[in-house]
């Protein structure tokens, strides 16, 4: 069934002191992907910025420049997009290669685009290599094991076993900080996955996006609705392709989820970052409302 949502997503900034000048990479603009299309999409900003297309050829984010030069304490960033998903539940099959066909797989795969799987197999800045999460992923992932079976196993575990808590990490914290603590948000959570499933030998990014903010009538309220959120995108042999697992809600990626940009681990598809000329502290607040029609 085919869903249309809107999206109303508010970053603000306020600053101790004056800013003169800010520069900004702006990762807000949902992508075309499987089961989802962009119908459309703006942005304003308040006070007025020039806003420039990065004209990127990549398939799996949309950057937005904003150059800010004049003087303000405070900085307000409006994305409005509207956007329909059609994507089935996927459901795990007897058929499925095993996990350690589609390590196979992915590395003699001959793919070039920018979704091809050798582009998810190793280690990539925020996300490096660990004994102790390989050890623990590698529970549910033996070798022989259908895929989409063993990685939504994994996804149920790390739900189950650690504690949403957004006073646990920051933007910052690496995967092995946060599996220490058991606790943190949706991007711990989806780095820990993404970080074990690499350790398998399984293709695995990181998807960022949001979550249908009022539920299906019946079903209880998602975590992560209300702001960006994080999940975990596993190539799974070229007749599967990519499917989405979501550890945080222990669930797949369905018609509850709308994809905004795709990259190796938070870092490449940070919704805004960038640089300012100025002194002092900045706070940043972000509103997230996801409605479907």
């Known amino acids: 069934m085919t ?16 800013v003169s000048f800010a520069r900004c990479n702006l990762r807000l603009k ?5 089961g989802q299309r962009l119908l459309t999409h703006r942005i304003t900003v308040t006070p007025d910025g020039r806003l420039t297309d990065a004209n990127s050829r990549s398939t799996l984010l949309n950057i ?24 089935a539940v996927p459901m795990p099959s007897p058929a499925d290669p095993t996990v350690s066909q589609v390590g196979s797989l992915a590395r003699e795969s001959h793919d070039i685009a920018d979704s091809a799987p050798a582009n998810f197999l190793y280690p990539s800045p925020l996300i490096s290599p660990d004994a ?3 050890g623990w ?7 022989e094991r259908p895929v989409v079976e063993a990685v939504l196993e994994l996804a149920l575990r790390i739900m189950r076993d ?17 599996f220490a603590k058991r606790a943190g948000v949706c991007q711990d959570f989806a780095q820990i996955m993404i970080c074990g499933l690499r350790a398998a030998g399984l293709p695995a990014a990181y998807a960022s996006g949001y979550i249908r903010t009022i539920p299906p009538k019946g079903q209880e309220r998602l975590q992560g609705a ?5 999940w975990v995108l596993v190539w799974c042999g070229p007749d599967r392709g990519w499917v989405g697992f979501d550890p945080t809600n222990g669930i797949f990626m369905a018609g509850d989820h709308i994809i905004v940009a795709v990259g190796r681990d938070y870092r490449d598809i940070a919704p805004v970052d960038g640089i300012f000329t100025g002194y002092g502290a900045q706070n940043m607040r972000v509103a997230v409302d ?4």
């Open 3 to 18: 869903t249309a949502y809107t999206i109303h997503h508010v970053t603000h900034f306020a600053y101790e002191r004056p």
């Open 30 to 34: 949902p992508i075309d992907w499987a």
């Open 64 to 87: 937005t420049r904003l150059l800010l030069s004049s003087a303000t304490r405070s900085l307000d960033i409006v994305s409005h997009s509207r956007v329909t998903v059609d994507r």
């Open 132 to 134: 102790a999460i390989a």
């Open 137 to 143: 992923c590698a529970e549910s992932l033996d070798p």
């Open 162 to 178: 650690f504690r949403f808590d957004p006073d646990a990490t920051k933007t910052e914290t690496r995967p092995a900080e946060a």
């Open 226 to 230: 209300d702001a960006m959120h994080g």
């Open 290 to 293: 996801v409605l479907p029609d």
